[in-house]
């Protein structure tokens, strides 16, 4: 555990720890009484109240969208059912500019609707919750959905043979044991919405502002550094108890829950009601999931011949030093070096976790969730401050990229990979030491050749999240360096139609890179016992 525990404590910790030294204790004394101020700013809490009340907008928005599609995927078997659950999952793992982008060119000016029928949403609330819902809708189907299919069917129907209604078997049996998970992906939701920045960025305009997005502003454009430091704590806060809420939900499905082999338990459609469900999922996907991007990768072959393509590969010598294509090879360069640092420290604190128990283990895993809630523009930021001196002077270094990028990754990592490793009998490593293996032997020999395609799993999305990290890589990546995210971010802030028809463009083949990641992913589907739900990273009772 010492590994992971050093990489946090100076990549993530020290940094946040930085940025808020530097916001409160500026000439050296602690200004604790800037909190208070901060708060009672009238601007301040319209951010707080916005923030909470569209995070909660957009996760009941999304069960109400997303529950009918979990049972869909859960209990009904029919053609294309693995490549559909791949693609209502490709919005999750695009990074939330590529989002942005998608829904400016379906809302936006110049988009579709506007086109169809003058009508524009970009800077409403409206475009950023249906956002929300597109990117989150495959974290409900998948935690919920991964629970449902293992939930015994043989227990609803024994209480219809007692002479329950559908709706009372429903009611008494399904619905309780569902509620753990269904409050899970609740509460994952919320996380999400709540720190959002991406989506926030590109559609709320100067209107909407979360406190991702403020603390932003505070920090690149007003350069106040202790507001920035305040809202920074409100949000670790926040995120904090969220986190607590989450685990006590998961250590509840875990005492509680026996499953069955999720493949015993899907059925083709029957009866009306069921194939109009199917029909209305199977519509909802399309509108949904595959309209928005369906128009992004329309927009970016708007110009003949392929011309924002073409555009990409000349610098203009202003927001770019190189050619806007360039980002393409700096984002897989970086994201196969922020892979490889979090499978290393993500497997050594999935091991460390899985053998380990009590109130200290429970903390780190606690721990590790924390990068995908705290601010990631504090992350980055902090970077620059607290990484500019020996013996770690990292400022020029290209590797600060990479290392933001881990830090993201590193979740998902432990997350995969953690079920596989509880699931292996500890008998097995304790005969191998017996028969004199070394550690590393054991690890070799007994471990790995079981986590293997868990591993294989961990590092496809690994490569998905930092290929797509936006808030820390924003301040970190440098102008004859830029990434993916940040290119397509930098486009959208200058104004014309190449500029736009660009955006749409990288934007395009960023969605291209991170959809065949997630192919890649399905062809290595674990059996359902052990596996991540299809895809999006949970434990054995649907945890992501």
């Not at 859960?74 to 939330?96: E, N, W």
């Not at 980055?380 to 020029?396: C, E, S, T, V």
Request: proline share 6%; charged share 15%.
């Amino acid at each position: 555990m010492a590994g992971p525990v050093a990489f946090f404590a100076v990549f993530f910790a020290w940094p946040v720890a930085a940025i808020v030294a530097r916001g409160l204790k500026p000439d050296g004394a602690w200004r604790l009484g800037r909190i208070a101020d901060v708060v009672a700013r009238s601007d301040i809490r319209h951010v707080l109240w916005f923030t909470t009340w569209q995070a909660l907008a957009s996760t009941a928005l999304t069960l109400l969208v997303a529950l009918p599609g979990a049972y869909v995927f859960a209990r009904l078997d029919f053609p294309g059912k693995r490549v559909l659950r791949a693609v209502v999952t490709v919005p999750f793992v695009l990074p939330t500019v590529v989002v942005g982008t998608a829904f400016l060119a379906l809302v936006g000016r110049g988009g579709l609707l506007d086109d169809l029928w003058g009508v524009r949403l970009d800077t409403t609330v409206w475009a950023i919750l249906l956002a929300h819902v597109f990117f989150n809708y495959a974290v409900v189907v998948r935690t919920v959905g991964g629970l449902w299919s293992g939930l015994d069917p043989r227990q609803e129907e024994a209480a219809r043979m007692l002479g329950a209604s559908p709706l009372t078997a429903w009611r008494t049996v399904t619905r309780p044991a569902l509620a753990p998970a269904v409050a899970a992906a609740a509460l994952m939701v919320f996380l999400f919405t709540f720190t959002s920045f991406g989506v926030v960025q590109i559609l709320g305009g100067p209107t909407f502002a979360t406190l991702e997005v403020e603390i932003y502003r505070e920090t690149s454009q007003i350069f106040d550094l202790s507001t920035a430091a305040v809202l920074t704590l409100v949000q670790f806060a926040a995120v904090g108890v969220i986190l607590a809420v989450h685990a006590w939900t998961v250590r509840r499905r875990e005492s509680t829950l026996r499953l069955v082999d999720a493949s015993l338990t899907a059925r083709r459609p029957r009866g009306a009601g069921q194939w109009a469900l199917l029909g209305g999922v199977l519509a909802t996907v399309a509108v949904l999931v595959l309209l928005p991007l369906g128009v992004l990768v329309q927009r970016s072959l708007a110009a003949p011949g392929l011309g924002y393509y073409r555009a990409l590969t000349r610098a203009d010598g202003g927001t770019f030093l190189v050619a806007p294509i360039a980002a393409v090879g700096n984002s897989l360069r970086y994201a196969v070096v922020a892979t490889a640092i979090a499978v290393l420290i993500g497997s050594l604190a999935a091991a460390a976790l899985a053998r380990g128990a009590g109130r200290i283990v429970r903390g780190f895993d606690a721990l590790l969730m924390l990068p995908l809630g705290v601010s990631a523009v504090t992350v980055g930021f902090g970077f620059l401050i607290a990484l500019d001196k020996p013996p770690l002077d990292l400022r020029q270094s290209w590797i600060l990229v990479p290392l933001a990028q881990a830090l993201v990754g590193v979740p998902f990592v432990v997350r995969t990979m953690l079920p596989v490793l509880r699931a292996v009998d500890g008998r097995l490593r304790e005969a191998a030491a017996v028969l004199g293996a070394s550690p590393w032997r054991v690890w070799r020999e007994v471990d790995l050749p079981l986590v293997r395609r868990a591993l294989l799993i961990a590092a496809g999305f690994a490569f998905a999240v930092s290929l797509g990290e936006f808030g820390a890589t924003v301040f970190i990546a440098r102008p004859d360096n830029p990434t993916l995210p940040v290119a397509v971010a930098r486009l959208l802030g200058r104004p014309g139609d190449l500029n736009y028809g660009q955006a749409m463009a990288l934007s395009t083949i960023l969605m291209v890179v991170c959809a065949v990641s997630l192919l890649v992913l399905e062809r290595l589907h674990l059996p359902s016992r052990t596996e991540a739900t299809g895809g999006i990273p949970v434990d054995r009772t649907g945890e992501f």
